[in-house]
């Protein structure tokens, strides 16, 4: 186990990610999100380009549990802090919280479930024992 | 109640909504879900924009919970069905299931959240009572 | 040559695709574009997953020259107008224009080039005689 | 004029920014261009919510013409490069090209328009003189 219980990246609210309610549209806080896992995976030394084309597997979302408690506006800038909740032989269960870096509210938080499968027929796979490995142990 | 039990969106996915694994974006599936919505409301009479305008609330989504079972692909035609799970002053629960139309196959489904509030101060407001009396009663 | 001279698609603005200037995202307008292209080769009998699974083509924007000159507002109905400006070997160049259905406003209006090309390589390649016929002769 | 000829902004790809022919979605390298102006106003001091706040203007393109040449990857790292075109009373012309890091590529380049309006009206308005001023002259 090399990794930290604890992974944060930042996020920039732009324009794109804003709706006409002023506000991030909500759907984009799982982009930001997934953005989080994706570099959380690469500075464990795990690029999912090439677990690809190495080990044939992708990371797909298989369930998502989220609250949205305030919104981000324009400009904002963003915290995604990222825990393990769960590891299992197939899949990983992320608990993620997004915070405003300005006033330290949370916005929004909750569980994201992620399987491992192969690329070709999208059915279970293990994850591989090396990054299974370097997943920190959860809470 | 004027309303009926459940209501059926067509959806077509294009291009835009897919990512290179080839399926879905998962956060798309949301907007689907939303746009299912929005089009409800429009047959019962009811348009956001108006909404907002005359009575200057909107519609925010406060909570998801949603499963992604299959994958959808490029050029697939979707029906996006909508239920109403729960009827409360400020709040609606929708549950939503997104089916393929050439095979019947459920795609994703869950529960989403939708607070109405005040589009200055997002603060929650009830909902109009001739919306609330128009919507179908739930399960 | 059996098209039709032009195409018409329908759009509906959802908050998905606008932003916080209380507009639609400029970028948004290319997909409300594309689809119209995507609706059109339906029309015309040609679907793009089978255009790729039989014969290893798809079709990739090569270039864009768009105005944007109204703003379109969350809930407007609007109306993709498309035309073929150019027929070559291997790529296509629509003309397409997007107007608002309410007040017959044009809101944006630009030139599309579209490659065809491998799947696998991303080279040019040969439309298939099939489509260039049934695709209408331009202005 | 106080500003670099030349400004340099990173870009990630992740799987939000793909389609299902395995690279960017097309008009995803339009948001590119503009998290890249955005940062570059920023890193001259101009946050653009403040100028929205202060003075009720905002920046909308008006006009793009944009070339993809090649295609990026998920997983791909970018550089926006963005230059002055043209500096006008009421718009600006950037030249933007956008180059994958590890060899060196042009993916796509081109020039976006970008006007200053007031935010309530979508009318023109000149940009504000310390903007101008801080802006670098051109090529």
């Known amino acids: 186990m090399t990794g930290t219980k604890e992974f944060l990246w930042p996020v920039r609210v732009y324009y794109e990610d804003t709706d006409a309610g002023g506000v991030v549209y909500y759907a984009n806080y799982l982009r930001f999100m997934e953005r989080a896992r994706t570099e959380w995976l690469r500075q464990?030394?795990?690029?999912?380009?090439?677990l690809l084309q190495r080990e044939?597997?992708?990371?797909a979302?298989?369930?998502v549990a989220v609250e949205f408690r305030r919104p981000a506006r324009f400009n904002d800038r963003l915290s995604v802090r990222s825990r393990i909740r769960?590891?299992?032989?197939?899949?990983?269960?992320f608990q993620q919280e997004i915070?405003?870096?300005?006033?330290?509210?949370?916005?929004?938080d909750g569980d994201v479930q992620v399987a491992c499968i192969d690329a070709a027929g999208f059915r279970p796979?293990?994850?591989p024992d090396a990054l299974l490995e370097a997943l920190p142990d959860g809470f």
Chains 1, 2, 3, 4 share one sequence.
């Open 44 to 50: 464990l030394g795990f690029e999912q380009d090439e």
């Open 56 to 59: 044939g597997i992708l990371f």
């Open 61 to 63: 979302v298989r369930r």
């Open 86 to 93: 769960q590891r299992r032989r197939a899949s990983l269960v």
């Open 99 to 108: 915070v405003r870096d300005v006033d330290r509210q949370l916005l929004c």
């Open 125 to 127: 796979r293990p994850i």
